[in-house]
């Protein structure tokens, strides 16, 4: 039986491809197992070992961090001094969408679904503003509160209802990046999106991207990235659930936001 | 009482402007009127009398075709070879759409609701296929009969289930430039628009526009179009009623698709 596929951080035990050696770090596509067979190497990466946790090669340095960075820069055309709304803001994305657009000289807000999550967006990650969606009975009106002059850029993680609240208050030439729809909402067969009108009448380009896309960016992300996390101006929050056994129910907990940051887990020490 | 507002062609009967003198032809919004008191001229145009139409001015080489010529180059970035669909393509808009489309090498297709129309758009427009949304039981259905290996652009002049079925159909990386959104499924509360998990899949931009922000290409959009049309390469239709009395009665039938092409009313002739 073949094990479910994952991200993951391996090192190299036996290997008969020159590139990679015993004791080697790689990153990369493995399974949800102890031991991994790899037949192609194209997708791993390998990683220097340095003072990064290693976890981090799965979410700030890996698929979910590049999301965020391709994403902000290269879809949502930031300028300083713009107004960013990003939702599943504490997530292994959004997090890193909203530090890097505090960096970038924006002003940023972020929802997410815990009040604990909403502290540590406004105390750890630095977000302008954050609040509880699920303590907004209107989401509209709560996006008027935080967002008086209406927002530039949205990072949407989640489509739904907040999606349909965004469009009604997105700026004139405002840019939505279509990251993921993981509201029940938009998964729901019954329920579509409403207000897609407010595209026309403020001229906002909706834009659904992969990182795929931009993987020739990859290297400056890395750099950017690492050096902003080595000077303390990038800080990345994970939930690290301990052994392979406890990997079922941490992906189930992601649909409800259990986890708290980037759920990792950790299924070997060094 | 004030008139309601309108696109029109007039001719200067008296003028306080040194820049317009009586006998001068212009177009702008004027009124629902057969004479108009213009305190302002900035939004006029002054026409150049030549071999095209008066009421063209209103129409081909007004506010309906620079919608069109800004939405295909600006919004859409069309390549040559790509597929490219236009909904309501009889309209004032669509049917400038799929000239410019074929003019530029692209394989062009368009819906309409009634056989008449279709059979312009075949025999008098020049697209490569059209078909009647109305005769069709699945819009899904229908897009991939003409478009087997997608749609690369999407010119939206209606919301609803066509756009519902082209998000559907759209090839990776396509453009749906989102111009209009008269269907009644749009406009109804009831309803949002599905499927737009197609964004993020397909990596597809979504963008609504309006012509006015892109003023400064309307010379280059003059000379373009006025060229063609001298060279036989582009044709427009009209719906012309005769008289300000049909006026009511030719804008409720927009929202039916009465109408046959770019509606016109004259008020007057030369």
Same mark, same amino acid.
């Given at each position: 039986m073949k094990a479910i596929q994952g991200f993951g951080v391996s090192k190299v035990v036996d290997s008969d491809d020159p590139d990679f050696k015993p004791g080697d770090l790689v990153s990369g596509l493995t399974g949800w197992e102890e031991f991994s067979l790899m037949r192609k190497h194209e997708q791993l990466r390998r990683i220097q070992q340095d003072d990064i946790p290693l976890s981090y090669h799965v979410g700030l340095l890996g698929m979910a961090g590049f999301t965020a960075y391709a994403g902000f820069y290269e879809v949502c055309s930031p300028e300083i001094g713009e107004k960013v709304f990003v939702s599943a803001a504490s997530g292994a994305v959004g997090q890193l969408?909203? %530090?890097?657009?505090?960096?970038?000289?924006?002003?940023?807000?972020?929802?997410?679904?815990?009040?604990?999550?909403?502290?540590?967006?406004?105390?750890?990650?630095?977000?302008? %503003?954050?609040?509880?969606?699920?303590?907004e009975p209107d989401l509209n009106a709560a996006l008027k509160r935080y967002f008086p002059e209406g927002i530039?850029?949205?990072?949407?993680?989640?489509?739904?209802?907040?999606?349909?609240?965004?469009?009604?208050?997105?700026?004139?030439?405002?840019?939505?990046?279509?990251?993921?729809?993981?509201?029940?909402?938009?998964?729901?067969? /019954?329920?579509?999106?409403?207000?897609?009108? /407010?595209?026309?009448a403020?001229?906002?380009?909706?834009?659904?991207?992969?990182?795929?896309?931009?993987?020739?960016?990859?290297?400056?992300?890395?750099?950017?990235?690492?050096?902003?996390?080595? %000077?303390?101006?990038?800080?990345?929050?994970?939930?690290?659930?301990?052994?392979?056994?406890?990997?079922?129910?941490?992906?189930?907990?992601?649909?409800?936001?259990?986890?708290?940051?980037? %759920?990792?887990?950790?299924?070997?020490?060094?």
């Open positions: 969408v909203g %530090q890097l657009a505090k960096l970038h000289g924006c002003y940023v807000v972020g929802s997410a679904g815990t009040s604990q999550k909403v502290d540590i967006l406004k105390n750890k990650l630095g977000f302008d %503003q954050a609040f509880n969606y699920k303590e530039d850029i949205y990072f949407d993680n989640v489509g739904g209802d907040m999606l349909e609240a965004a469009l009604l208050n997105m700026r004139i030439h405002g840019r939505i990046a279509v990251c993921g729809m993981v509201s029940s909402n938009s998964l729901s067969v /019954s329920k579509g999106i409403h207000n897609l009108f /407010s595209l026309i403020k001229r906002i380009r909706m834009q659904g991207f992969l990182q795929s896309d931009y993987l020739h960016l990859y290297p400056r992300f890395f750099e950017n990235v690492v050096s902003n996390y080595k %000077q303390g101006k990038i800080v990345y929050i994970e939930d690290m659930s301990e052994g392979l056994e406890s990997a079922p129910a941490a992906l189930v907990g992601l649909f409800s936001g259990k986890n708290v940051g980037k %759920q990792v887990i950790r299924v070997a020490r060094e």
